[in-house]
């Protein structure tokens, strides 16, 4: 059976099979990227809506591949996930996030994403005291934007993890708000001070019924009590729309792309100068 070991089935394609080799390699590379300083963290705005004003920003990694290439994090999240590299790679994100944040000229906030599988098997709470405490960030400048998961089945570690972080001061935003599987019951109860709106809503509101949606989100999350950050948006028309239905914040390529951090700092002086 040596043969199954490089044809697994029927139907496997050559294409298939270069899929599953960058796979492999990126796989086996990945767990050198970070000591060979392949990671970079870029920011993305994030602004009020009623003045534009950048209020905080959202980290995005990014990897470097000396041959392959920049590669998406849409690409290797999930493999760190698969492996469980995501956790030291969480951790290597939270401290590079609070340490360059603390010395930014404008005390905005930093999102960082955490990937549910950190939830799982990290011990999340003690890397956000330590990032804390080494770069003396103040707690209420971090936000950490969680994902519910399908992988994640237990609501009640979900919860205490959330209460506890809540505890030390963070900021919780639930990210890709509405793509998830729950039901809504189940944000009633978890603590968190924001939703982030997922692109799709924001991008798709061609039709009415799509529009609807979009506003019904906000006005939901408005009643809970939290804020809204919107995703995506792309171009004024969008902007406005979401400013008229009462959305506070929003994020995307009308407001700025990822930048790398000198051209962050320089937009922010450019602000302090207004
Ligand atoms: P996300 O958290 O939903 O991040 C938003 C994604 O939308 C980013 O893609 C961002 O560059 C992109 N984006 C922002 N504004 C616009 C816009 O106006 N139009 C369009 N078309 N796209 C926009 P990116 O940087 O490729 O990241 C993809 C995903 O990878 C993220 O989705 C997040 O789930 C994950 N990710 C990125 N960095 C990290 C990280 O440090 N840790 C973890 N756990 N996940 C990360
Ligand atoms: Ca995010
Ligand atoms: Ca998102
Ligand atoms: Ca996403």
Known sequence: HARSERLPARGFSRADQSALDRHRRLDSDLRQALSRDQLRLLFQPQVDLSDGRIVGVESL????????????????????????????????????????AVAWPVPISVAVNVSPVQFLRSDLIASVEAALSRSGLPPERLD?????????????????????????????????????????????????????????????????????????????????????????VEDAETAAILRAMGCTFAQGYHFG???????LIALLLGQVEK
């Open 257 to 263: 792309r990822p930048l790398p951090e000198d051209a």
């Open 144 to 232: 950490l934007e969680i994902t519910e998961s399908s992988r994640v089945t237990d609501p009640s570690r979900v919860h205490d993890v959330m209460w506890h972080l809540q505890k030390l001061g963070v900021h919780l935003s639930i990210d890709d708000f509405g793509t998830g599987y729950s039901a809504l019951s189940h944000f009633r109860d978890l603590p968190f001070d924001m939703v982030k709106i997922d692109q799709g809503f924001v991008r798709d509101r061609k039709s009415e019924s799509d529009r609807v949606l979009l506003a019904a989100i906000v006005e939901l999350a408005r009643k809970m009590g939290k804020q809204t950050l919107a995703e995506g």
């Open 61 to 100: 990694m990014r990897w470097e591949h000396p041959e392959l290439g920049l590669v998406s994090p849409a690409e290797f999240i999930p493999l760190a996930e698969e492996t469980g590299l995501i956790v030291e790679l969480g951790r290597w994100i939270l401290d590079r996030a609070c340490s360059q």
